[in-house]
């Protein structure tokens, strides 16, 4: 059994291959050859004062690749405010440090194969997802990107940006000045063919853009109606990051799926109800069907349902929720990878089968 | 985070640690203190011929014990006729092992606190649930005991019965001679104050019983109409053993949750479509409500519904499905007790926690 830190993660996982292993997933699941293990959260009270416990998890069946990950997150969370917003924060109780496992078995012999925290898979997974579907809606010819956002999520969505299109032209813009301008500083290197810079506001972010992403935490709508001009991509990582106003101004619009609603358990009591609050759920309420009258992103990649027909059209992907399928598909490139190298630590196999037929 | 074998789960949970956590789990449960993760399947095809891929997962939040349990099964199944009957045979092909896992996790700090095979828990639980609806069901005075099944899992039913009331006489009948004799030949030495003899035919088993436990594999119903008599309590460790006419001449009836309905996702092509096969869901058809009709035990555990109130009447538990919270309260006592006595093998924590926000 195969143990993987994020740093190894990280440098096995290139954002091509993740790109590469996501389209393919993508299609099979349009043709019903992949099967989701739908995300369950369960919510329950603990003894650490404001906080409550969490226990998350999703997975999915790959078999074209012979993967069944599963992904598991064992949070206690808190909702602290800080400068006057309500965040949700982590805490790294488990000796200072956080628990998010992916666990890969395989479909041909059912061994747990590997396992592996969440983290660089969980941001990398994302930014493919908007990778794949700027790779498929945006105009050929886009050269100018505003990126709205400078965490560790925007840092993704600009990887797979750059993967996809030959930006010349990257702003960047998020609420505080140290961030944006730590962030650009970052990332210029990565990058030298481009020209990266700060915009101190978001009109002058996106001003010029060809392609604009949000790639923020806020929980209230990002994108802006009066930015969105003929031809242009917008993308984000969640539904509160849009609103019923900017979808209307958009020609082709593709969510990242209809399945995947969220089954979450919260009632015992001294468990707070912080998903009843949710913008998410208010706003898929302000439309007859809200954001899941569109279709999922898979039957773009799969030639199901038509993307952009002229470089008029203003296409538009929201990233609703994600997939715990996309873990396999990751998971899957990972593990050969992995495996080729001699990377990572192998543990006694028999520590986690079992020699009585259960 | 501790590794532990089948062998060190045997030797730490008795069964009557288990019949006490069961007991406080389902007052707690009863009671809104406890959370259910409900049980998924997913099955897809795989390259073996004849087999398919199958991954299930179910778990529980337990607060007072501040334990979260997943229970994961990663399985290559076939279904060969053996002897005429269609038999469901798990393949040993993680080099020559089964893949089946508890984890368990703490509420308090989010930490991954164990992994270990589930193959004795397992059937120590399903005993234990059975037990404890024996002990709160059946007559004080009962003294003889029909054992229909002479597998694993009649071994557990035993162990329980003997752990709740005090047994005299125990009849083992099961259809293959070798094995009701071998199964015999083995348990008398761990009841040596107990008359435990093979019985040849099921009549012969049950004739002068008060208790009759049917622990079998069987695909159809075992109990039968006529064997019931007045004060009798009766269980089954599955709905398929059980019969509607049998269930007609019960007074007091509880299963074991109506809650725990198994989602199974069996849509991809080249899966075989063996549950629809069941006789479970016509039976369930067969009449209004079906089974669900009756109490969860946890009710009865917890005060919440009337048992038993004379000795005329015949109490019965159909132990209709499994529960992943079940896992959390065996769970809990097997942690505790491997601490206590050092048992194990310590893994790194690090290499299960991450130090990034994930």
Redesign the interface.
Known sequence: ML?L??EEVGQLLTMEDCLDALERLYIDYAN???????R?D???????PEAY?A?K?M???W?AE?I?A?R?????ITHPVIEGKIRRV????????????V?L????????LA?F????M?RIRVGAANGTALKHLAREDVSKLALIGSG?QAGAQLMAAMAVRDFKNVRVYSTRKENRENFVAEVKSLYPTADIEVADTPEECVEAADVIMSATSAMIPVLQSEWIKPGMHISCIKTYEMSPEVLDKCDVVFIHTQAQGK?I?N???GTPNVFNESKHKEWVNDREKGILQYPDIKKLVAGQEPGRDNPEQVTCFVNNIGMGLQFAAAGAVIYKRAMEAGIG?Q?E??????????
Not at 42 to 48: D, E, F, K, M
Not at 105 to 112: A, D, I, P, R, V
């Open positions: 143990v830190s994020n019903d050859k992949a099967l989701l293990s739908l369950h369960n919510l329950s009270p603990n003894s650490t416990y226990f998890h997975g999915g069946t078999p012979g069944q599963l598991l997150n064992s949070d206690v982590k805490q790294p109780l488990a000796n200072g440090r956080w628990v998010g496992l666990m078995f395989s479909t041909e012999t059912g061994q747990l396992m925290p969440d983290g660089v969980q560790w089954h358990d009632t015992l009591p630590v543990l196999d028999d520590w986690f089968s079992e020699d009585v037929h259960p």
